[in-house]
């Protein structure tokens, strides 16, 4: 029987689910784990998806955890300027063997002093805000630097759990993990990339992330100074 392992996911308003969910199902196959949703309260969380997940905990109930991981999305910002929230990030990650994070996921993991100097991973879109908060971006699918393991946007979190589930369990098991989903990705487009994708696809995203949540970079450059970075 593997060591037990507890997994604390962070669930916050606006939260893209597949950040979540996509290592959550991974993760949960590590064998001999508990795995916990945790928000400030046990109310229902709207996810960018329009549907709610379940908190099975509260901060109060989860003052420690074996591996901490932080989702992105739309809601980061709002969760960065959260001094709750922060606060669980720094108590729980003191003691957890791994600290990680998916997507924006990551800005959270910085604004909360978790990420200064190392090298870390983000969506694209946002990667370079890294540096805001002492960390270093890296452009790659899955960053590992020390105890710290870091997604890129979103799909990338099944990548990022299937590599932490090596680091943990072996690469057998994650070999294992990864057939037993039919991981074996094929998209139809190769537009997964903006080194790829055509220019207009491009302009479009940012208009998109504009339209929902204007001027988040510079809200994020905002955090960052009044949290003395």
Not at 28 to 57: C, E, H, I, Q, W
Not at 88 to 115: E, F, K, P, Y
Request: glycine share 10%; with cysteine.
């Amino acid at each position: 029987m593997p060591e037990p392992l507890h997994i604390a996911f962070l669930l916050f308003p606006d939260v893209t689910q597949l950040d979540l969910t996509g290592p959550a199902q991974v993760l949960s196959r590590l064998g001999n784990v508990t795995l916990d949703l945790v928000a400030k309260t046990r109310d229902p969380v709207r996810t960018d998806a329009l549907f709610d997940l379940l908190p099975t905990a509260t901060f109060a109930e989860v003052p420690r955890t074996d591996i901490l991981c932080v989702p992105g999305g739309f809601g980061t910002v709002a969760a960065m300027e959260d001094a709750e929230t922060l606060a669980w990030l720094r108590q729980v990650a003191a003691g957890a063997t791994w600290v990680t994070s998916v997507c924006t996921g990551s800005l959270l993991l910085g604004a909360a002093g978790l990420l200064k100097g190392y090298r870390a991973g983000c969506h694209w879109g946002s990667r370079e805000q890294l540096a805001w908060f002492g960390a270093e971006p890296v452009a790659e699918r899955v960053v590992f630097d020390r105890n710290r393991a870091t997604g890129g946007g979103v799909t990338a979190g099944i990548d990022f759990a299937l590599a932490l589930t090596a680091a943990i369990r072996g690469e057998d098991h994650a070999k294992f993990v990864q057939l037993s989903l039919e991981y074996d990705p094929a998209p139809p487009f190769d537009s997964g990339s903006p080194d790829r994708a055509e220019a207009e696809t491009v302009a479009r995203y940012r208009a998109m992330v504009e339209k929902f949540a204007p001027g988040r970079a510079e809200k994020v450059k905002g955090i960052a100074e009044r949290l003395g970075f």
